[in-house]
């Protein structure tokens, strides 16, 4: 089971990033998909999520209207897009994935998560 993410780099603020998450030894429709972040000395924060089976997708409030995330099934490939980016979105991005459900409650946790990717750092700054 791996997942690659990919798509950081430095932009300034009000411009957009694609991220992207390879996923393979999953049947992939059948797994959640989450993006976290993380900061030197905070906790890793949920970003958004799409979900197993389904695809029911959620966002954290302070990425909530400016982010979306969606699959794409023949590239086995998560995407996340990050539009109207701010400085205090400067991180660096994690994709993690489970086969259970997640539902709108407990997607923000990451131990729901049992494989995670490498990260990919996206800086935002003038």
């Known amino acids: 089971v791996q997942l690659q993410a990919s798509g950081g780099g430095l932009v300034q603020p009000g411009d957009s990033l694609t991220l992207s998450c390879v996923v393979s030894?999953?049947?992939?429709?059948?797994?959640?998909i989450a993006w976290f972040r993380q900061v030197p000395g905070k906790e890793r924060e949920g970003v958004s999520c799409?979900?197993?089976?389904?695809?029911?997708?959620y966002y954290a409030d302070f990425v909530k209207d400016r982010f979306a995330i969606w699959r794409d099934s023949a590239k086995k490939t998560v995407y996340l897009q990050l539009n109207s980016l701010k400085p205090e979105d400067t991180a660096v991005y994690y994709c993690?994935?489970?086969?259970?459900?997640?539902?709108?409650?407990?997607?923000?946790?990451?131990?729901?998560?049992?494989?995670w990717g490498q990260g990919t750092l996206v800086t935002v700054s003038s």
């Open positions: 030894g999953f049947t992939f429709n059948d797994i959640a």
């Open positions: 799409i979900d197993s089976g389904d695809d029911s997708t």
């Open positions: 993690a994935g489970d086969r259970a459900y997640k539902g709108s409650s407990v997607w923000y946790y990451p131990l729901e998560y049992d494989h």
